[in-house]
Nanobody, 114 residues
Framework: QVRLVESGGGLVQAGGSLRLSCAAS????????MGWYRQAPGKQRELVAT???????NYADFAKGRTSISRDNAKNTVLLQMNSLKPEDTAVYYC????????WGRGTQVTVSS
């Protein structure tokens, strides 16, 4: 079992930045992937960015060029930095952890005001 605790989010002005962090605890060993997904009202949950324990990253097209994901394997934490925010970035952002199973955080609301 893996527990994910997210922090960050809130209300941000358009053009601003967000910084989200997630700490994983529990049965963590071996290769794994951590990252972030988001879900806007009335839309499906979608990938933002992920990073493997080996450091390989994957970004959604909308995130490329303005988003950075990093992790600390010793602390089992992942950090998401997104810049140049737009109102359409408004969503609940979920921390994601995958090893042999997918785990989700409870989500943190990000609202971008125009």
């Amino acid at each position: 079992q893996v527990r994910l605790v997210e922090s960050g989010g809130g209300l941000v002005q358009a053009g601003g930045s967000l910084r989200l962090s997630c700490a994983a605890s529990g049965s963590i060993f071996g290769f794994n992937t951590m990252g972030w997904y988001r879900q806007a009202p009335g839309k499906q949950r979608e990938l933002v960015a992920t990073i493997t324990s080996g450091g390989t990253t994957n970004y959604a097209d909308f995130a490329k060029g303005r988003t950075s994901i990093s992790r600390d394997n010793a602390k089992n934490t992942v950090l998401l930095q997104m810049n140049s925010l737009k109102p359409e970035d408004t969503a609940v952002y979920y921390c994601y952890f995958y090893t042999n199973w997918v785990y989700w955080g409870r989500g943190t609301q990000v609202t971008v005001s125009s």
